[in-house]
């Protein structure tokens, strides 16, 4: 089976599918998913792509990132995701969207919508060796100090959805104790 991507015009009215490295290989704009996961004390669970996704691999990104499938919810998709990643299951907060276009490695290119979700879990990941080589918990703060260091050690997504909206975030989200 292909694995399909929505595309979607800049408002988020779906107007086809595509198979995903050719939307990549094209720069189509399609929608796209980030989950971000806090722990109790506030730190931000991130994932190491594998060595072997066909783009970004090695680099640090956000919890969960991914594409829904074509008929399936986006907040559907990121708890289908994030279970099949990281092994968690947990609420999740709808935070905003938005457009970002990046050229990437191997001469693809990222045009997505992306809707990123934030939730809360203390429970240790189960990765998936496919998609994470490994994780952490930071402060993000210091995260976000390291993003403006060392750049190129993050996907461009994630440094946009840290640099550019973290206080959105912040604003719109509070985690509890659990």
């Not at 991130?46 to 970004?56: F, T």
């Not at 879990?121 to 210091?142: G, T, V």
């Amino acid at each position: 089976m292909e694995d399909k991507v929505i595309l979607v015009n800049e408002n988020d009215q779906e107007i086809g599918s595509e198979e995903k490295l050719q939307a990549h290989i094209d720069g189509l704009l399609h929608r796209a998913l980030s989950v971000l996961i806090f722990n109790s004390s506030g730190e931000l669970l991130l994932q190491r792509r594998a060595l072997d996704k066909y783009h970004s691999p090695g680099l640090w990104t956000n919890t969960c990132c991914s594409h829904p499938r074509p008929g399936e919810d986006t907040a559907t998709a990121a708890h289908r995701r994030l279970k099949e990643e990281m092994g968690i299951k947990t609420m999740l907060t709808f935070c905003f969207s938005f457009i970002y276009k990046a050229e990437l490695d191997n001469s693809l290119f990222e045009n997505e919508l992306d809707h990123v979700f934030v939730g809360q879990s203390d429970s240790l990941p189960e990765l998936n060796r496919d998609e994470a080589m490994e994780y952490k918990y930071i402060n993000p703060d210091f995260l976000i100090h390291d993003m403006k260091e060392n750049p190129t050690n993050y996907t461009v997504w994630f440094r946009l959805i840290m640099l550019n909206h973290y206080n959105e975030i912040a604003k719109n989200w509070t985690y509890e104790s659990v």
